[in-house]
């Protein structure tokens, strides 16, 4: 994401220490909800410990999941105020390599959501 993010003007952090990677199981998910509020809360209680504010969660879904797509949003936009990206990992890969077209769109998205300019109008 940080290279192809690079491409299209954004500056995403290749530091580990500004990435959290949290992993849970679609059988978690599906047997407590509550278990994706808590996922959240420990993503957010990591990066305030490190003095640093959660600006972005990114969640990468391995198919289709309305239900959880919809607490995600839920919780991020109107719950906690964190920016949200969701995309499944079919549509990132094109075979066994990232597709960087789909990856590029996804940060021009990403980019608009923090309050980014994607494009400027040439003046006349």
């Known amino acids: 994401f940080s290279n192809v993010g690079k491409e299209v ?3 995403i952090s290749k530091q ?17 909800a509550g278990s994706i509020e ?12 490190e003095n640093k504010k959660l600006e ?4 990468i879904f391995p198919f289709k999941a309305g239900f959880l ?3 995600i949003k839920q919780l991020g936009d109107m719950k906690y105020n964190i920016t ?18 789909v990856v590029g769109n996804i940060c021009l998205k990403i980019n608009a959501k ?10 006349k």
């Not at 580990?16 to 407590?32: F, H, S």
């Not at 949200?84 to 077209?101: E, I, M, P």
């Open 9 to 11: 003007g954004m500056n």
């Open 16 to 32: 580990r220490e500004d990435v959290l990677r949290i992993t849970g199981t679609m059988r978690q998910a599906e047997d407590m």
């Open 38 to 49: 808590e996922k959240i809360k420990q993503a957010i209680k990591h990066f305030e410990a």
């Open 56 to 59: 972005l969660m990114l969640i």
């Open 69 to 71: 797509y919809d607490k």
């Open 84 to 101: 949200t990206q969701c995309c499944l990992k079919t549509v990132l890969y094109k075979g066994d390599s990232l597709n960087k077209q």
């Open 114 to 123: 923090l309050g980014g300019i994607n494009h400027i109008l040439a003046p």
